[in-house]
């Protein structure tokens, strides 16, 4: 890969690291002004019906598993950018060979090339029949 492509890829993944920063710190907020509002006159067993506290639950819970899946989401671009450094990136890890500019620009995280990650989930797909 030239030092144009990785130019190009380096700045898009800054890009969607700058993204998935934004997204964690709203996440973040919006469970902070959550547990904020909740006073002492919530937490009475009378405040609110149950079906209510199962939706504030489940919005909790939804919302930590974003914030947990964008926290790894930051992993792998973080990792990606380290490759991008290291003269690694667009370098399948599975067979050596280029991963292709196409599927790049689709994941940039990927450190498959689209054969190798087909012969992957094919296994994975046959071996879950």
């Known amino acids: 890969m ?3 492509d990785l130019k190009y890829f380096q700045n ?11 997204d964690l710190e709203e996440l973040e907020r919006v469970s902070r002004s959550e547990d904020a509002q909740e006073s002492p006159e919530d937490r009475s067993a009378y405040s609110l019906h149950m079906a209510d506290r199962g939706t504030d639950a489940m919005e ?23 490759r991008v450094e290291d003269g690694t990136f667009g370098i399948c890890r599975a067979c050596g060979g280029d991963i292709g500019r196409l599927r790049l620009e689709a994941v940039p995280t990927t450190t498959w090339c689209i ?4 012969k992957v989930k094919s296994k994975e797909d046959g071996s879950a029949q």
């Not at 890009?15 to 934004?22: M, P, Q, V, Y």
């Open 115 to 118: 054969d190798c990650k087909s």
């Open 2 to 4: 030239n030092e144009d």
């Open 60 to 82: 909790r819970e939804k919302n930590m598993l974003l914030a947990q899946r964008e926290g790894s989401y930051l992993d792998y671009v973080d990792e990606a950018l380290q």
């Open 12 to 22: 898009m993944l800054e890009e969607k690291r700058t993204l998935a920063n934004a």
